[in-house]
């Protein structure tokens, strides 16, 4: 059974830095991508961005382009998230999550694991 373990979250003042990580644990073919998802309270659980195993494929949400940076560790079975110039409107909390499609899909339907959650937050 595949597992996933978020860490990395904490409070952050605004144009700082935080790097979540995600450790799979029993990966197969369940996890050919992993994606990293983000939700506040009363909204939607929304795309940030998602990564290949195999290839690297990475992809973005267009509000974190250019300030987070998704990356895997294969001999780790580690997947990170570089989130830089945070914002207080990146303040929530952050999933990661795991699907067998190849190419990353960004709609939360198609990721069928996920990790408990750890929370950021981003002060003004």
């Known amino acids: 059974q595949l597992q996933l373990v978020e860490s990395g979250g904490g409070l952050v003042q605004a144009g700082g830095s935080l790097r979540l990580s995600c450790a799979a644990s029993?990966?197969?073919?369940?996890?050919?991508?992993m994606g990293w998802f983000r939700q506040t309270p009363g909204k939607e659980r929304e795309f940030v961005a998602a990564?290949?195993?195999?290839?690297?494929?990475?992809v973005y949400t267009d509000s974190v382009k250019g300030r987070f940076t998704i990356s895997r560790d294969n001999a780790k079975n580690t997947v990170y998230l570089q989130m830089n110039s945070l914002k207080p409107e990146d303040t929530a909390a952050y999933y990661c999550?795991?699907?067998?499609?190849?190419?990353?899909?960004?709609?939360?339907?198609?990721?069928?694991?996920w990790g408990q959650g750890t929370q950021v937050t981003v002060s003004s």
């Open positions: 990564i290949s195993w195999s290839s690297g494929s990475a």
């Open positions: 999550a795991a699907t067998p499609w190849s190419q990353p899909p960004t709609s939360r339907l198609n990721y069928g694991y």
């Open positions: 029993g990966r197969s073919f369940s996890s050919n991508t």
